[in-house]
């Protein structure tokens, strides 16, 4: 029921505001001015808008493969009954044909069964993959509900969970020692990767495009890599994280979020993004033993 209350109260809100909001999924023709309240409101509209359209986009994905599955099994289908028009034209044949044909026919049942159960089988392994995302990020929502939108969000994207945290919270300009507040988060974020063993954790830093040369930082390209090793280093050194499940990467200024052309999409650039997701071992031993 919850699901449903933020999107109605969302929209109550925008349509009690005076100020003209653009629509879901439109592009502003110019910067939305209005009430802090609007702006959050607004902002988390545009939030909800994008996981949906991300959500539609993964049910697409997961229909074209239940499609691809079910033209396979079509193929096995139709082959099966062109050995039975085969067989039904041998049965006057010596009975040694009659039994090779039968051999054939039970061989090719067979098959359509054990590829119906390989497909019951991925289907029941995406489902939990699922289960275990949507439940992971409740509780990141919920251990890291004290920090502003501005500061950290938590987003599901393609069966994952992606924390993104702002330079503001994490870092200052140009270094990697982490602030106090970045540590407080990476704390409450280490307590949930404890107590789930089974997600493996990529951590990357990303920066905008404006060129930085320091005493210890050749380039953003350097700095992004900085910043993931320190951030690791807090998880796996001081919070206990299983270093087996934790990878850094520096990205750099080239996966932007926003328009590095303006001062608030280089922000949004400037980010460490945590992205947490469950392990595939089943989904790749199920692909591994076809």
């Not at 049965?91 to 026919?105: G, V, Y």
């Not at 920090?147 to 300009?173: A, H, I, P, W």
């Not at 954790?201 to 920066?207: K, L, Y």
């Not at 700095?223 to 951030?231: D, F, N, P, Q």
Request: glycine share 4%; hydrophobic share 35%.
């Amino acid at each position: 029921m919850k699901r449903y209350l933020l999107p109605l109260a969302v929209i109550a809100i925008i349509l009690q505001s005076c100020a003209p909001v653009y629509n879901c999924g439109e592009t502003p023709e110019k910067k939305l001015k209005g009430s802090k309240r609007l702006m959050y409101t607004v902002s988390e509209r545009d939030s909800l808008c994008e996981q949906n359209e991300l959500k539609d986009e993964k049910i697409s994905d997961l229909n074209s493969d239940v499609m691809n599955l079910k033209a396979s099994l079509n193929d096995q289908v139709n082959a099966t009954k062109s050995w039975k028009t085969k067989y039904d034209a041998l049965t006057n044949s010596s009975s040694s044909k009659q039994d090779e044909m039968s051999k054939i026919l039970e061989e090719r049942e067979m098959e359509i069964k054990a590829r119906e159960k390989e497909i019951a089988n991925m289907r029941a392994v995406l489902n939990r993959q699922d289960s275990i995302t949507n439940r992971l990020n409740d509780i990141l929502r919920k251990a890291l509900l004290g920090f502003n939108s501005d500061e950290l969000t938590v987003d599901v994207k393609n069966g994952k969970v992606y924390v993104s945290m702002s330079d503001k919270l994490m870092f200052k300009s140009a270094s990697a020692d982490l602030e106090q507040k970045g540590a407080e988060a990476l704390n409450l974020l280490a307590d949930v990767l404890v107590k789930n063993p089974d997600i493996d954790v990529q951590v990357e830093g990303h920066t905008d495009n404006i060129p930085i040369k320091t005493a210890l930082y050749k380039d953003n390209w350097d700095l992004s890599v900085a910043r993931a090793a320190s951030v690791v280093r807090i998880l796996t050194w001081s919070y206990k994280v299983n270093p087996k499940q934790v990878t850094p990467a520096g990205r750099g200024e080239y996966f932007p979020k926003g328009d590095n052309s303006t001062p608030e999409g280089r922000a949004s650039n400037r980010r460490t993004e945590i992205i947490l997701s469950p392990k595939l071992d089943e989904i790749m031993n199920l692909l591994n033993n076809k």
